[in-house]
């Protein structure tokens, strides 16, 4: 069974960077998509990021594009979420996601952007938390 764990989080400023990993372990890693999703107070899981097995592809809703970049390296079990030019709305608890049914995230368009249905991701880290201040 792949396990998560999410690190990176703390407190930053607007217009700041911060960078996420999520170390996984079992031996299925490298052949698997991944997807980052956060969660703000009040308001339902977002999807934020997504990426194949190889790490050639890669997802972003409209929200975070040309922002966030999201990476993996499979020799060392990890993914990365690169967060830039943070803002304020982007405070919230960020879950790492592994999806062990498929190479390639499932990614649909909904109202004009990218989106990837979290009941597809079966394997959730334990959240690391982003505080944006202005």
């Known amino acids: 069974q792949v396990q998560l764990v999410e690190s990176g989080g703390g407190l930053v400023q607007a217009g700041g960077s911060l960078r996420l990993s999520c170390a996984a372990s079992g031996r299925t890693f490298s052949r698997i998509a991944m997807g980052w999703f956060r969660q703000a107070p009040g308001k339902e899981r977002e999807f934020v990021a997504a990426?194949?097995?190889?790490?050639?592809?890669?997802y972003y809703p409209d929200s975070v594009k040309g922002r966030f970049t999201i990476s993996r390296d499979n020799a060392k079990n990890t993914v990365y979420l690169q967060m830039g030019s943070l803002k304020p709305e982007d405070t919230a608890v960020y879950y790492c996601?592994?999806?062990?049914?498929?190479?390639?995230?499932?990614?649909?368009?909904?109202?004009?952007?990218?989106?990837?249905?979290?009941?597809?991701?079966?394997?959730w880290g334990q959240g690391t938390q982003v505080t944006v201040s202005s």
């Open positions: 996601a592994a999806d062990p049914r498929h190479l390639h995230p499932d990614i649909e368009v909904k109202g004009g952007s990218y989106y990837s249905p979290p009941d597809e991701y079966h394997v």
């Open positions: 990426i194949d097995w190889s790490g050639g592809s890669t």
